[in-house]
T-cell receptor, first 115, second 109 residues
Framework: GAVVSQHPSWVICKSGTSVKIECRSL??????MFWYRQFPKQSLMLMAT?????????EQGVEKDKFLINHASLTLSTLTVTSAHPEDSSFYIC???????????FGQGTRLTVV | DAKTTQPPSMDCAEGRAANLPCNHS???????VYWYRQIHSQGPQYIIH???NNETNEMASLIITEDRKSSTLILPHATLRDTAVYYC??????????FGGGTRVLVKP
């Protein structure tokens, strides 16, 4: 299957700082990318959908000013967690889908710990 | 609203076939059925998807009932490395994928 790479795999940051997570599609052009969050022992929760060159669409209850998503190219999307707090500690996962293909491929995830 | 129903957990014996059921009784005509699995602390891995015909690949087979209200994922020869949470998801092509609770599969020696 296609490869989606996330960076970093894990990050620890202090409260009040911002953290950027990158998601890259390595062997295909991703017209649509998705960002999920997963808390321990829970399922994945969709945060937002982004299409290349346009603003992200956020799910209900997700603060767009706190979770900044940029999808500036067909191979790269970034999620920035601004003014991070301990409750933002979670496993963040991106997914990418190529136009006209139906399956989405997932990155390996980024474990964020805010201290 | 994940719109699919799966048993929360199941055990299966190593080397035997594992049959994972999924109910999607309100599926629309343009919605596919996707299966992913997630091994602990990793991103979900794509397994297979289908619209109405049965599908098979190197990982698994997908059997979709004629009325499309349910499906079964078959792992032909389960190994210990198949222990994971398996998610059945429905969605139209290109649309977002919403995850439900999944089935926690434990393959036992």
């Amino acid at each position: 299957g296609a490869v989606v790479s996330q960076h970093p795999s894990w990050v620890i940051c202090k409260s009040g700082t911002s953290v950027k997570i990158e998601c890259r599609s390595l062997d295909f052009q991703a017209t649509t990318m998705f960002w999920y969050r997963q808390f321990p022992k829970q399922s994945l929760m969709l945060m937002a959908t982004s299409n290349e060159g346009s603003k992200a669409t956020y799910e209900q209850g997700v603060e767009k000013d706190k979770f900044l998503i940029n999808h500036a190219s067909l191979t790269l999307s970034t999620l920035t967690v601004t003014s991070a707090h301990p409750e933002d500690s979670s496993f963040y996962i991106c997914s990418a889908r190529e136009y006209m293909n139906t399956e989405a491929f997932f990155g390996q995830g980024t474990r964020l710990t805010v201290v | 609203d994940a719109k699919t129903t799966q048993p929360p957990s199941m055990d299966c014996a190593e080397g035997r076939a594992a049959n994972l059921p999924c109910n999607h009784s309100t599926i629309s005509g343009n919605e596919y059925v996707y299966w992913y699995r997630q091994i602990h602390s990793q991103g979900p891995q794509y397994i297979i998807h289908g619209l109405k015909n049965n599908e098979t690949n190197e990982m698994a087979s997908l059997i979709i009932t004629e009325d499309r209200k349910s499906s079964t994922l078959i792992l032909p020869h389960a190994t210990l490395r198949d222990t994971a949470v398996y998610y059945c998801i429905r969605g139209a092509a290109g649309n977002k994928l919403t995850f439900g609770g999944g089935t926690r599969v434990l393959v036992k020696p």
